[in-house]
């Protein structure tokens, strides 16, 4: 849908999802989607020692460089949570974390409507969109998330709204690229 309706994106990817699926992840970086770090198998990383938050961010990042031949630079907490050694952490293996502006918590599957609803109503310029296209156990129906996407997708276009992806493999943003909300170290 979003190469159909030319829009660019940004991937969050589990590790152990990419190893499972190398051909989509191979095959979001051939269509010029970013790539980014979601953890080896989506963890709360503030429950988690220094060394295996350390393995969770390198191993996706080793098997996303491997699947693409780029090593990400940026990364997302699963459910949002971090805290000052898991920033430091990430920052230590060249990770930026990228957070989001606007969740419509389609991972509920509260229904297309509400999925877009809670976008068009929230969107502000630069946002960065949060939606899913899997999960930790890849099992999830994302029917209403997709269905949700074109709906979106024309409703921001007519009134203004242009789509870019974030910078992830250096540090200069595509044009019309929202930078999102950087989170320096030391802040919760």
Known sequence: MLQAKGVPATFFVVGQNAVRHPGLVQQERAAGAGIGNHTWDHQDLTTLSA?????????????????????????????????????????????????WDVNPEDYTVPGTDTIVSRVVNTVSPGAIILLHDGSPGDNEDRSQTVAALPVIIDTLRSVGYSFGALATTSGVAAANAPTGPDVPIGRE
């Open 51 to 99: 060394d295996q938050v350390r393995a969770e961010l390198q191993l996706t990042s080793d098997v996303i460089a491997n699947q693409t031949s780029t090593r990400p630079t940026l990364w997302r907490p699963p459910y949002g949570t971090f805290n000052d050694a898991v920033t430091q952490i990430a920052s230590s293996l060249g990770l930026s974390m990228r957070l």
